[in-house]
């Protein structure tokens, strides 16, 4: 399967992150030198996403203007300026501005390093894995040895048939949500119109037996505090050579 288009969620508030994000919003963090949100975009482009929304609240202005100077692919902006939608009702708002064919949903402050030489991206991994006939979403997950910046929780026990269940102590493979989801938009059409979280869908996946999972090749960060920035720029600097 081919994906092309995406929903990046870059609305949130970046509390955890201040006093860093009095001033700038989370997404726009420098790591490394560039803004977060420039490593999520990059990878969507280059694993073929031609068309891209991305849905804004906090200092709105500041993101709308970045985003119109990326030109690796196209950027269509979901407003929530006027109220937030929390992770499922800003993919729901989101998705009524892309057509009915599959697509990736990737959060801003989740990112990856080093896909191995020669592999395929994680991506386009994930698109090829995805199939709609047997599954509702197929995540990205990755072991807890290889992120940086995490809380140390194991999201999901991921099975040898590929499903995912919530993780409890004792379950095998333990893995945590990487951030990036293949699916249809369709999944949300029943989905209201207000604010909700995005685990409701998982967890009604769940109960089918129809959320997968796909485990990533390379080192996931997730930059949320002040310490987990500087344990990012880290891992950057190690990956460059620099350290």
């Known amino acids: 399967m081919k994906i092309t288009q995406a929903m990046v969620l870059a609305a949130g508030l970046g509390a955890r992150l201040r006093p860093i994000t009095n001033t700038i919003p989370k997404p726009l963090v420098p790591v490394g030198g560039r803004p977060m949100i420039d490593y999520v975009l990059d990878t969507l482009a280059d694993a073929g996403v031609e068309r891209a929304v991305v849905n804004v609240h906090y200092l709105a202005d500041r993101m709308v203007e970045h985003l119109s100077r990326y030109k690796k692919l196209e950027i269509v902006i979901s407003d929530e ?20 064919s599959p697509v990736y949903v990737m959060n801003a402050d989740l990112f990856w390093l080093a896909d191995q030489a020669g592999e395929a991206s994680n991506l386009r991994r994930l698109a090829r894995f995805f199939d709609p006939e047997s599954m509702d979403m197929a995540l990205l997950c990755v072991p807890l040895e290889n992120t940086t910046g995490h809380n140390g929780k194991k999201d999901f026990s991921l099975g040898n048939d590929g499903r995912l ?29 207000d604010a909700f979280n995005l685990n409701i869908y998982f967890d009604r996946a ?19 505090t002040p310490e987990a920035l500087e344990e990012a720029e880290a891992v950057i600097r190690r990956f460059s050579g620099e350290a």
């Open 81 to 100: 300026r006027d109220r937030l939608m929390n992770s499922g009702g800003g993919l729901a708002k989101g998705l009524k501005l892309l057509d009915r």
């Open 165 to 193: 269940v919530r993780y409890a102590e004792g379950l095998p493979r333990p893995v945590v949500y990487a951030g990036a989801i293949a699916m249809e938009p369709s999944l949300l059409d029943d989905a209201p119109d």
């Open 206 to 224: 769940i109960a089918t037996g129809r959320l997968t999972g796909l485990e990533m090749a390379g080192h996931w960060m997730t930059v949320g």
